[in-house]
């Protein structure tokens, strides 16, 4: 009788961890897509290279894409959405570029330009409608911040004494434009990868636990559940199925650190926080699912995604990536 319990209890968990699928919705361009922004289960937008911009109202059903004009060989590798009209972009290096629309995306006006040697915007991240902050890769030795308080309109860079010292070969990862989140209505926090990865909270500098030592490897996206509960996700994008020291997580805000007994498949450049004990996360090679808080992830889809994104208002999760690639995550 106790055997046919475990068995029965086995059933269940992968009954369980494959309850979800992943749907391909639209490959019409063939850009790549590591920029997201899902307002909520109808208003979903995304950005990548090439100067694409796609936008669905109607949850992913059908998509409009268009190319910024005189943008059309930068890559726009995050985005952040408020409606289906208002809508911030950033172009990553020299000149590294930030624009707004107001008009769903028919008109655009630069509102960041830095033609600094060496910038590299790497993601944003916004509190609120009014105030974001964009990070990029470290310039004379320090991580270049950026904050903005009304709406996008006007970004100052911070002084460069306050800006967080990076180590030799350290820099982010502009892989899917979550290396940086909000911890609370004021916070923020990031994350670093190459030579040295490393978690910034506060003026604390941590370890990450992830693989790290050449500029392939690291950390390249963080998760928040609470304020003390994150999950990161990294690896080696140069050897996407090599699961190695490619995930770490905290329930303590960073004081001890604990890894997966099932580890994702492989490098992952994105993962998001779900609902309860879930966690989603995708690489190159596919997208695993959790539901124990990543202890056990399985894998759920074989399709390789860039970034995934949870609405901000509401229960869809949308995934993108390359050659148009924009899929939806199904719970059945």
Not at 44 to 50: A, D, P, R, Y
Not at 74 to 85: K, L, P, Q, T
Not at 107 to 121: A, H, Q, R, S
Not at 184 to 198: D, L
Request: aromatic share 12%; glycine share 10%; proline share 2%.
């Amino acid at each position: 009788m106790r055997r046919i319990f475990i068995l029965l209890l086995m059933t269940f968990f992968v009954q369980y961890n494959y309850a979800q699928k992943v749907k391909l919705l639209s490959s019409e361009t063939k850009s790549s897509f590591r920029g997201l922004s899902v307002v909520n289960d109808n208003t979903v937008w995304v950005s990548g290279s090439n100067g694409t911009i796609g936008k669905s109202i109607d949850g992913g059903n059908s998509w409009k894409f268009f190319v910024v004009k005189g943008f059309e060989k930068v890559d726009f590798r995050d985005i952040e959405a408020f409606d289906g009209m208002n809508a911030i972009i950033m172009g990553i290096d020299v000149p590294a570029y930030i624009l707004r629309t107001i008009d769903g995306g028919s008109t655009w006006d630069i509102v960041f330009k830095d033609t600094t040697k060496g910038m590299f915007l790497d993601a944003m991240e916004f509190w609120n409608e009014q105030s974001g902050i964009v990070i990029g890769d470290p310039i004379n030795g320090r991580f270049f911040i950026a904050r903005t308080f009304d709406g996008g309109k006007k970004w100052q860079p911070i002084s460069y004494q306050n800006r967080p010292m990076a180590d030799s070969g350290e820099a982010c990862f502009a892989s899917s434009g979550t290396n940086i989140r909000k911890l609370n209505k004021e916070e923020a926090i990031f994350i670093s990868g190459g030579m040295h990865s490393n978690l910034f909270i506060r003026n604390k500098k941590i370890n990450t636990h992830i693989i790290q030592g050449i500029e392939s490897t690291g950390a390249n996206s963080i998760a928040i559940k609470n304020q003390k509960t994150f999950m990161i996700v990294g690896g080696d994008f140069n050897k996407k199925d090599t699961n190695s020291l490619n995930i770490s997580f905290t329930k303590d805000g960073g004081i001890s650190w604990g890894t997966s007994i099932n580890p994702p498949n492989g490098y992952r450049s994105c993962v998001e926080y779900v609902e309860k004990n879930s966690w989603i996360t995708c690489g190159l090679n596919g997208v695993d699912y959790t539901n124990d808080n990543g202890l056990n992830f399985t894998k759920i889809s074989d399709e390789g995604f860039h970034v995934c994104r949870k609405a901000k208002k509401g229960k869809s999760l949308f995934m993108a990536g390359s050659k148009g690639k924009i899929a939806k995550l199904i719970l059945d």
